[in-house]
T-cell receptor
Framework: KQEVTQIPAALSVPEGENLVLNCSFT??????LQWFRQDPGKGLTSLLLIQSSQREQTSGRLNASLDKSSGRSTLYIAASQPGDSATYLC???????????FGTGTLLAVQP | NAGVTQTPKFQVLKTGQSMTLQCAQD?????MSWYRQDPGMGLRLIHY?????ITDQGEVPNGYNVSRSTTEDFPLRLLSAAPSQTSVYFC?????WGTGGADTQYFGPGTRLTVL
């Protein structure tokens, strides 16, 4: 059974710091991996999607990497800002299906 | 495009009551799904649909029913509400798997349900 883990559960950093969020999964047979952002009381917003054949994806200050063989993905946020404060979730998709399996998220607080 | 919309935003029920959570999308997505989010447990899949007239169970389907009569709508029915169903419910939609980056999933704003 696929399990997705995110460590740490919570992270607090000063503004301007570069940071890395971690996501690990137990079954490397994934179709793709998606990173989401969730603001308090809101829905999920997709940040980056990495196909199983890709190693990384970039969008602005965000860079996500994928290492299927080790079952790991990282989300790198450069020059963090208070507006980046949110919960970040990763989710893996198994092959031949749209079903997502989510991690429990990392709550990020960027202090001004 | 409104994207994925959900109603109501908040709901309080008494044990044993029934209700329907509404979900609609205007992106012509074939795939739609319902998740519940509980503290410390992440999002878990309740039911999903790969197109009008086709539904299937997810990870935690007990106590919930779905139907898909149109591409746009995917309502979730609670048959007899229980306190264990207190949660935040999210609806999501996407193109079918295999469409590359276009199969990104889009989520609605959620319905916060409390069962007393």
């Amino acid at each position: 059974k696929q399990e997705v883990t995110q460590i740490p559960a919570a992270l607090s950093v000063p503004e301007g710091e570069n940071l890395v969020l971690n996501c690990s999964f137990t079954d490397s047979a994934i179709y793709n991996l998606q990173w989401f952002r969730q603001d308090p009381g809101k829905g999920l917003t997709s940040l980056l999607l990495i196909q199983s054949s890709q190693r990384e994806q970039t969008s602005g200050r965000l860079n996500a990497s994928l290492d299927k063989s080790s079952g790991r993905s990282t989300l790198y946020i450069a020059a963090s800002q208070p507006g980046d404060s949110a919960t970040y979730l990763c989710a893996v998709r198994r092959g031949a299906t749209n079903k997502l399996i989510f991690g429990t998220g990392t709550l990020l607080a960027v202090q001004p | 495009n409104a994207g994925v919309t959900q109603t109501p935003k908040f709901q309080v029920l008494k044990t044993g009551q029934s209700m329907t959570l509404q979900c609609a999308q205007d992106m012509n997505h074939e795939y739609m799904s319902w998740y519940r989010q509980d503290p410390g447990m992440g999002l878990r899949l309740i039911h999903y649909s790969v197109g009008a007239g086709i539904t299937d169970q997810g990870e935690v389907p007990n106590g919930y029913n779905v139907s898909r009569s149109t591409t746009e709508d995917f309502p979730l029915r609670l048959l007899s509400a229980a306190p264990s169903q207190t949660s935040v419910y999210f609806c999501a939609s996407s193109y079918p798997w295999g469409t590359g980056g276009a199969d990104t999933q889009y989520f609605g704003p959620g319905t916060r349900l409390t069962v007393l």
